[in-house]
């Protein structure tokens, strides 16, 4: 059995999103900034789906949405316009939170290099940021918050039209990196006072290597690429029509049937989070409610979550142990550090990030096999037996 549990890394491209690709790429071939008769059907088609992308998030005006190669080139087009865009005024202060994406954290880091004051908040242990410490944090010389809808790794969902409503009132930006959210949460832009927003295409069943930057009327945007004047002039390169096409496509699916996907995930994440609460020693981590359909982050403690990760690989399961992004490195995740979780829980973590497409077997084929793998490696693990024995403190 294959059963593939990883869509918070990328999802599979819907037929939906396939077809409208493959349409484009046979019948919509003109250079959109031309201004023949071709240049200008492909230009439809592409107004086409800035209108439908405009329209899933609620955005006033189509001319809001910028395409971009993906969420990280979104998320640093956003923070490096809002930072740079601001210092003349003085606004050297930025605020984020410590479990972002590394899209968003990286830049920080880059704009702390330019100058400009980072306020890293920590979330509670559930994962969800205080809003009482969002405004406590909001100074005088404040730029802009930038706090995601909601987190790749643990799912936790945040508040984000509270926080959304306290910017506005303090009159400072706020961005939200809703890279997981689009298509999986009701995003409202203007209900929810969000000024900027980033998504990708590929964590909705739309291709890789397309995203939308969302940027109200009024932001000034700085680019990320230079040349020429496509996308308003925020965003330079000839726009890849099929992608963003089929990243409207496909987020019009999504959020067309949001509704019924999200009651259908809700209830295979349950089922999952159920089974696995009978294993010793771990633990669910991230809110228990307020996280996405999806999402199941579990720790256990005496094991590494590699292990079990390439164990089950071996059984036909795709997961991951903290984001796909650090996988490579052995270091525990930034994010369930960042919220508290003991280093050895971290250690032992697993991710399992469900679909539609999944089933209430392929969920009972997950729990039976990481009861056995969980159970395997713990009873070859010395370290397991110093738990056991007492000569070492559980930490879960
Ligand atoms: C995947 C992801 C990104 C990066 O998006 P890409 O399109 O892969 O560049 C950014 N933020 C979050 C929360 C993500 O999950």
Redesign the pocket.
Known sequence: MRVYADN???TYLSETAMNTMLDCLKNFNGNPNSLHTDGQKTQEKLDEARETVAQCINAARANEIYFT???????NQALLSAARGQKAKGKKHLITLNI??H??LHTMKKLENEGFEVTYLAPESNGIVDVEKVKDAIREDTALVSI?F???EMGAIQPIPEIGAICKERKVLFHT?A??AAAHLPIDVQAMNIDML?M????FHGP????VLYARNGIKLVNVIEGGAQERGKRAGTINVPGNAALAAALKEGCDKLEENTAYVTALRDRLIEGLSDIPHSQLNGDRYKRLPGNVNYSFEGVEGESLLLHLDLYGICCSSG?A?TSESLDPSHVLMGMGVPVEAAHGSLRFSLNEENTEEEVDYIIEKVHKVVEHYRSISPFWDELESGERQHCI
């Open positions: 918070a890394a990328t190669s993906g969420g990280s080139e979104a998320d972002e994406h899209a968003i995601m909601a987190n790749n990196d890279v997981q980033s990708s295409a590929h964590k890789k290597g397309v995203g984001s992004c």
